[in-house]
């Protein structure tokens, strides 16, 4: 990831490594109906190229419904 500032502070650099890892289940009421649940995660950190390296992580859960596919 290449930003125009250095983040996440300024003594960070502005090129960081990411990864992302999630997993999920679908469940369907039809052929055409489902409902899915998702749980994913991101970091992201320099990997000790700069001055300081503070990581980043981040968690998001998603409730998805899905109709007329």
């Known amino acids: 990831m290449l930003s125009t ?3 996440p502070i300024e003594t960070a650099g502005s090129f960081n ?3 992302e890892f999630g ?3 679908e469940f ?3 052929q055409s109906r489902s409902i899915r ?3 994913q995660i991101q970091h992201f950190s320099n990997a ?5 390296n503070p ?7 998603k409730l998805t419904y ?4």
């Open 37 to 39: 649940v998702e749980y």
């Open 5 to 7: 500032r250095k983040i």
């Open 55 to 61: 990581g980043v992580d981040n968690g998001l859960f």
């Open 23 to 25: 997993a999920g289940l």
């Open 66 to 69: 899905n109709f007329g596919r």
């Open 28 to 30: 369907y009421q039809s």
């Open 17 to 19: 490594f990411t990864f």
């Open 48 to 52: 000790d190229t700069a001055q300081d």
